[in-house]
């Protein structure tokens, strides 16, 4: 499973600024078993009004053959800073970036968290993409950052997480991104992405079913795993945050989520 994200930016009330995001799962069953397969971001960035910080838009996009993967499990590919031209959304009068990431490379990524709990614990996390499997949604074909089926070593429940620096949080901001699978996949993939309003913690829990801090879940996509049902095209996901008062501090994450998953 790979989701795929191009571009994800956040937008608080009436103004918004888009980033178009990438993101890749490929889900796939095989005797009563869900394996994932790829999960790709392509771009991220996070916008929110003048008196609040934005948030950024994430771009996944991945697969990685050293690893023995035949489609990346999932990808994000943030476009890196509020001052990034290109794929980079530009900010309108009332909307302020936080964060612009584009995943040009992955090592270097400031203040994003990786954190593996997937069960049985694989070898595999989040990697740098590769355009052997399909280009990035923009930018260099490999700016994603991807992550697969390895992330467990054998059946069993994939849960890898991708959590964003520490963001000002208020309800009207809002995420954008792009995401997709490989085509004519055959194993069902997930994405989820939740949120955390404790400021910069990297909670989530010590097991593969646990979420920590990261109790609000804002988006789940195909959470009954059904072949064909994560998107095979990039398509845009939009977001939104509701119920949360103005200088909220905490963080967003993506969570490679499969149960019965693994190679």
Same mark, same amino acid.
């Given at each position: 499973?790979? @989701?795929?994200?191009? /571009?994800?930016?956040?937008?608080?009330?009436?103004?918004?600024?888009?980033? /178009?995001? /990438?993101?890749?799962?490929?889900?796939?069953? /095989?005797?009563?078993?869900?394996?994932?397969?790829?999960?790709?971001?392509?771009?991220?960035?996070?916008?929110?009004? @003048?008196?609040?910080?934005?948030?950024?838009? #994430?771009?996944?996009?991945?697969?990685?053959?050293?690893?023995?993967?035949?489609?990346?499990? $999932?990808?994000?590919?943030?476009? $890196? =800073?509020? $001052?990034?031209?290109?794929?980079?959304?530009?900010?309108?009068?009332?909307?302020?970036?936080?964060?612009?990431?584009?995943?040009?490379?992955?090592?270097?990524?400031? $203040?994003?968290?990786?954190?593996?709990?997937?069960?049985?614990?694989?070898?595999?996390?989040?990697?740098?993409?590769?355009?052997?499997?399909?280009?990035?949604? =923009?930018?260099?074909?490999?700016?994603?950052?991807?992550?697969?089926?390895? =992330?467990?070593?054998?059946?069993?429940?994939?849960?890898?997480?991708?959590?964003? @620096?520490?963001?000002?949080?208020?309800?009207?901001?809002?995420?954008?991104?792009?995401?997709?699978?490989?085509?004519?996949?055959?194993?069902?993939?997930?994405?989820?992405?939740?949120?955390?309003? #404790?400021?910069?913690?990297?909670?989530?829990?010590?097991?593969?079913?646990?979420?920590?801090?990261?109790?609000?879940?804002?988006?789940?996509?195909?959470?009954?795993?059904?072949?064909?049902?994560?998107?095979?095209?990039?398509?845009?996901?939009?977001?939104?945050?509701?119920?949360?008062?103005?200088?909220?501090?905490?963080?967003?994450?993506?969570?490679?989520?499969?149960? #019965?998953?693994?190679?």
């Amino acid at each position: 499973m790979y @989701p795929l994200v191009r /571009k994800n930016f956040w937008r608080l009330r009436n103004q918004v600024r888009t980033v /178009k995001m /990438k993101k890749q799962i490929d889900p796939s069953i /095989k005797a009563h078993f869900v394996r994932s397969v790829l999960i790709v971001f392509s771009l991220v960035a996070v916008c929110v009004i @003048p008196f609040a910080l934005a948030q950024r838009t #994430n771009r996944l996009r991945q697969f990685d053959p050293r690893y023995g993967s035949r489609t990346p499990s $999932g990808v994000v590919n943030p476009s $890196g =800073d509020a $001052g990034r031209v290109g794929a980079t959304p530009t900010a309108t009068p009332s909307c302020t970036p936080a964060i612009n990431e584009g995943f040009d490379d992955i090592t270097m990524l400031p $203040g994003w968290v990786m954190i593996n709990h997937s069960e049985p614990l694989g070898l595999l996390g989040w990697f740098q993409g590769n355009d052997a499997a399909f280009p990035a949604f =923009d930018g260099a074909p490999t700016a994603y950052i991807a992550a697969n089926f390895n =992330d467990a070593s054998g059946v069993g429940t994939i849960s890898n997480w991708l959590l964003t @620096p520490q963001l000002r949080l208020q309800s009207g901001s809002t995420l954008t991104f792009y995401t997709r699978t490989e085509a004519m996949s055959t194993f069902p993939d997930r994405l989820q992405i939740r949120m955390s309003t #404790n400021g910069a913690s990297t909670n989530v829990g010590t097991g593969a079913f646990d979420v920590g801090d990261f109790t609000n879940l804002l988006l789940d996509i195909n959470p009954t795993y059904t072949i064909g049902g994560y998107p095979e095209t990039w398509t845009q996901f939009t977001v939104n945050v509701t119920g949360t008062p103005p200088g909220t501090l905490g963080r967003l994450a993506f969570r490679y989520f499969v149960e #019965n998953g693994g190679p």
